[in-house]
C-alpha cells in the first residue's frame, strides 16, 4: 500500500510564508513526478507545481516567482515553500506523486489527502 501524507497547511495573512511538505510511504520501486495541486470551492482542481526525479521543475504562471517545489528523493518527500501568499491562493493542496512499485509496473498516480491553506486578507 502507499500513502501520501501531506502537512504543513494552516492560516496565514496576505503577504505571510508557508511550506508544505509531503511524504510517500509503502512499497516504492521508483518515483517519476511529484506536485502539487490545489482547488478552491467551486473551482477544477489545477496545477500549482511539478518536479521531475532529476530535478526540472514546472510552475503555473499565477505562482511564478513566489511559490519553490522542490524535492529529497532519499525521503520520497517533495514541498512546497510558498511566500508572499494572496488570498487568492487559498485552497485545498494536493500532492500527488507517480510511481511504481517494481521494475515491471507501469508508472501510477497517487493523491494525498489534501491540507487546507487559507490566506486572509
Known amino acids: 500500500q502507499v500513502q501520501l501524507v501531506e502537512s504543513g497547511g494552516g492560516l496565514v495573512q496576505a503577504g505571510g510564508s508557508l511550506r508544505l511538505s509531503c511524504a510517500a510511504s509503502g512499497i516504492i520501486f521508483r518515483i517519476n513526478v511529484m506536485g502539487w495541486y490545489r482547488q478552491a470551492p467551486g473551482k477544477q482542481r489545477e496545477l500549482v507545481a511539478h518536479?521531475?526525479?532529476?530535478?526540472?521543475?514546472n510552475y503555473a504562471d499565477s505562482v511564478k516567482g513566489r511559490f519553490t517545489i522542490s524535492r529529497d528523493n532519499a525521503k520520497n518527500t517533495v514541498y512546497l515553500q510558498m511566500d508572499s501568499l494572496e488570498p487568492e491562493d487559498t485552497a485545498v493542496y494536493y500532492c500527488?506523486?507517480?510511481?511504481?512499485?517494481?521494475?515491471?509496473?507501469?508508472?501510477?498516480?497517487?493523491w494525498g489527502q489534501g491540507t487546507q491553506v487559507t490566506v486572509s486578507s
Open positions: 500527488n506523486a507517480d510511481l511504481k512499485k517494481n521494475y515491471y509496473d507501469t508508472y501510477v498516480s497517487y
Open positions: 518536479i521531475s526525479s532529476g530535478g526540472n521543475t
